[in-house]
């Protein structure tokens, strides 16, 4: 990829920068699993959004770095393979999580039809696996979204 950077955060060369438009750049770092977004400085209003919908294991981590980018774990979410995000009582004690998908049982199925939904997958939450925070790629690599 070429588009990794050094990331300002924990200083590993995993930060991968994705421009969104000409004024908003995404930061998802594979070091740390923190991500930035130019876009959500501190008096933002999109921040501010951020802050009534976030967690507050979120809110906690959060963090500000030299350049006054906010930086806040990050969730990922993938239908079809699993999540994975921060998961615990407060920032000194919190882990990643990772949980697998499984194909949706067809019985649910029916019934997320009836309600007029169509899903593929669930999240299968019996396979919740905890991985230490230097521990992100292992976390991804649990649910198959990075190769082993
Ligand atoms: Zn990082």
């Known amino acids: 990829m070429d588009n990794l950077i050094t990331c300002d955060r924990?200083?590993?060369d995993a930060c991968y920068v994705q421009e969104v438009n000409e004024n908003?750049?995404?930061h998802f770092c594979y070091g740390c699993g923190f991500q930035a977004n130019t876009a959500m400085t501190r008096d933002s209003e999109f921040l501010q959004q951020q802050m009534e919908v976030l967690p507050e294991l979120y809110k906690e981590l959060?963090?500000?770095d030299e350049n006054g980018l906010i930086w806040m774990p990050s969730v990922v979410n993938i239908p079809d393979k699993g999540m994975?995000?921060?998961d615990g009582p407060n920032s000194q004690k919190w882990a990643w999580a990772g949980v697998k998908a499984i194909p949706m049982p067809e019985e649910e199925k029916a019934k997320f039809k009836e309600?007029?939904?169509?899903?593929d997958y669930?999240?299968?939450m019996t396979t919740l696996t905890h991985f230490s925070e230097r521990d992100?790629?292992?976390?991804?690599?649990y649910i198959?979204?990075?190769p082993e």
């Open 122 to 124: 669930k999240m299968d």
């Open 144 to 146: 198959g979204v990075l």
């Open 10 to 12: 924990c200083g590993s």
């Open 115 to 119: 309600k007029g939904k169509e899903y």
């Open 84 to 86: 994975v995000f921060a």
């Open 136 to 141: 992100f790629i292992e976390a991804l690599s």
């Open 24 to 26: 908003v750049k995404l």
């Open 62 to 64: 959060m963090g500000e």
